[in-house]
């Protein structure tokens, strides 16, 4: 099973609203990652974490906060948004978070900041 | 500085019409070269990873195949379900950041 799953699926928060997107992995992987993705544009790096420890943040705005409370959750927290930030935002893990490894991809979650 | 290019941007096919597309790279130490497909709204879902040139993986309609400065995603007999948009990727610049290719939007027409 290399299922990765994501609530909620689509969400419409203002500017000023806080708000939680969730990821969840059963495939035993240690490392998960954030990505964001614009229409038409490919997926972009956001975070990532290796056993639970933050191990890459690609100069996010600090109103994106992610959480990994466990090996199989991961969190984006949000808070003040921006229109901009308006996109899929996509979760996916790996096996351990070496190169070399297929990372598997959650469904996404379609974000409308108005 | 390590790239990820994909060709054509977008291929329009008859149905049974076979094309390939194109995933060029320039990655110092490739460390696997990834194809995923993409459909609208949808995260992207795994179809092969290749690590050496020479590799060669198939599944159903599709064989990707890998060379020293690009990998190919050929698409034989393609079916209107094949229609999507196909990305490759490859770990760059160190560590496990993964670049994504700008994709090839395939449609398959009847």
């Excluded at chain 1, 609203?17 to 544009?41: D, F, I, T, V």
């Excluded at chain 1, 996109?87 to 190169?99: D, I």
Aim: net charge neutral; proline share 6%.
């Amino acid at each position: 099973d290399t299922e990765v799953t994501q609530t909620p699926k689509h969400l419409v928060m203002g500017m000023t609203n806080k708000k939680s997107l969730k990821c969840e992995q059963h495939m035993g992987h240690r490392a998960m990652y954030w990505y964001k993705q614009k229409a038409k544009k490919p997926p972009e790096l956001m975070f990532v974490y290796s056993y639970e420890k933050l191990s890459i943040n690609e100069s996010v705005p600090s109103r994106f906060s992610p959480e990994c409370p466990n090996s199989s959750l991961l969190n984006l927290h949000l808070h003040a948004l921006q229109p901009e930030d308006s996109a899929l935002y996509l979760c996916a893990s790996s096996r351990s978070g070496q190169e070399q490894e297929t990372q598997y991809f959650g469904p996404g979650t379609r974000l409308l900041v108005l | 500085e390590d790239q990820v290019t994909q060709s054509p941007e977008a291929l329009r096919l008859q149905e049974g019409e076979s094309s390939s597309l194109n995933c060029s790279y320039t990655v110092s130490g490739l460390r696997g070269l990834f194809w995923y497909r993409q459909d609208p709204g949808k995260g992207p879902e795994f179809l092969f990873t290749l690590y050496s040139a020479g590799e060669e993986k198939e599944k159903e309609r599709l064989k990707a195949t890998l060379t020293k400065k690009e990998s190919f995603l050929h698409i034989t007999a393609p079916k209107p379900e094949d229609s999507a948009t196909y990305l490759c990727a490859a770990y760059t610049g160190g560590g496990n950041k993964l670049t994504f290719g700008t994709g090839t939007q395939l449609k398959v027409e009847l």
